[in-house]
């Protein structure tokens, strides 16, 4: 299955999609040139690989609540949030983006995660009243990204959330959700969640008002600019929450009872994780991209793994990488034979009081048991 906007003019897909999914433009031609109208105007991705899931039924969010890293069981109309399903060890499993509205909780994953996250959700329904349907046949997202988007959504006669994750609906079927902002902080991103049938006329119409469509190329660009990890290609089996920024934006740290939740905890409150993300400058001497999981080395050691490595149109070469917390911030680092460097602003954080005083206890009890020589 094929995006309809893969036929428009300059498409080119994706040299390796992922497999089952549906295929989308890497570029329409200039994948510079749609970074800058990205960051500077407004821009239409096709996103339309995600798999899409609904879970209505009267249980849903008191049941996703129980199954996710996320306070969900008053998750209001017309709201979405993001969320983990972890191990019982804490290892993400799903990062899921989620839209309440009008009696059912929608869904979005990681191309090709769909079915077994639907597997799982059948698993644990139990006798309660839900009824999990995977969606991605039917439904596609795009994302309208940019300062313009809004400017945008208006003139096409569109809803325009005004908040970060809030949801409305669209006249045709679909809703429009407000997601956090990609690239310096300034490109809005406003996900539209329709029937796959409306994308050709949709697309239409945001053409129409000022948009410009940009393929997926240019949203990875500033995707990682922006230091948001993907689930699988910045993260891999031995990922728990509190080495990504998820731990801000899909976990509620006052909430227990959950999988994978007491490794959450107690990373949390100890200690740092055992791997922080980072993002690379790396030299740009190689033509070829290095692909996600290549080692991260300091000389000859292994610190580290790269995660999403993209061509960005203002700082060249940069990366995703989960790297060790003993990693200094200015150490020599080769990524596939390209010099790199971690970006100054993540430096390592200092350790407040309250958590230094909490590992001089934790130390303590582990002295006073040891048994002595």
């Known amino acids: 299955m094929s995006s309809p906007l893969l036929s428009r003019p300059g498409a080119v897909a994706v040299d390796e999609p992922v497999e089952a999914a549906p295929a989308v433009a890497a570029h329409y031609g200039d994948p510079l040139r749609e970074q800058r109208l990205l960051a500077e105007g407004a821009g239409l991705v096709d996103r339309s690989d995600r798999d899409v899931l609904v879970v209505p039924g009267a249980d849903r969010l008191s049941w996703l609540h129980s199954l996710t890293s996320q306070h969900l069981d008053r998750l209001a109309d017309a709201t979405g949030s993001e969320a983990l399903v972890l191990s019982p060890n804490g290892h993400v499993e799903h990062h899921l983006v989620l839209a309440e509205l009008a009696g059912s909780t929608w869904v979005d994953v990681e191309p090709a995660t769909g079915v077994a996250l639907h597997a799982f959700l059948e698993r644990m329904r139990f006798m309660l009243r839900v009824e999990p349907q995977l969606r991605t046949g039917q439904e596609a997202v795009l994302s309208l990204v940019g300062p313009r988007a809004l400017d945008v959504l208006t003139a096409a006669g569109l809803p325009a959330p005004a908040a970060e994750y809030a949801v409305q609906p669209l006249t045709d079927g679909g809703f429009a959700r407000r ?8 490109a809005l991103v406003v996900d539209l969640v329709v029937p796959r049938t409306a994308v050709d006329g949709l697309a239409d119409r945001l053409l129409a008002a000022g948009a410009r469509l940009a393929g997926v190329q240019a949203y990875e660009a500033l995707r990682v600019e922006a230091r948001r990890p993907r689930l699988g290609a910045d993260s891999d089996h031995r990922t728990i929450p509190n080495e990504l920024e998820w731990l801000t934006s899909a976990v509620h740290l006052d909430k227990g009872c959950y999988r994978g939740q007491e490794t959450v905890a107690r990373v949390h409150n100890l200690g740092r994780p055992p791997r922080r993300l980072v993002l690379l400058h790396l030299d740009g001497v190689s033509e070829d991209l290095t692909e996600p999981g290549a080692p991260v080395l300091a000389g ?4 580290g793994r790269v995660g999403t490595v993209v061509r960005h149109h203002e700082l060249g070469v940069i990366a995703l990488a989960l790297v060790k917390q003993s990693v ?10 390209s010099v790199a460097a971690i970006d100054p602003d993540d430096a390592v954080a200092e350790v407040d009081d309250t958590r230094a005083a909490a590992r001089e206890r934790i130390r303590a009890v582990r002295s006073a048991t040891m048994p002595r020589a």
């Open 300 to 303: 000859t050691r292994e610190v």
């Open 179 to 186: 997601m956090r902002p990609i690239g310096d902080g300034t």
């Open 328 to 337: 200094a911030h200015d150490a020599a680092l080769t990524v596939g034979g």
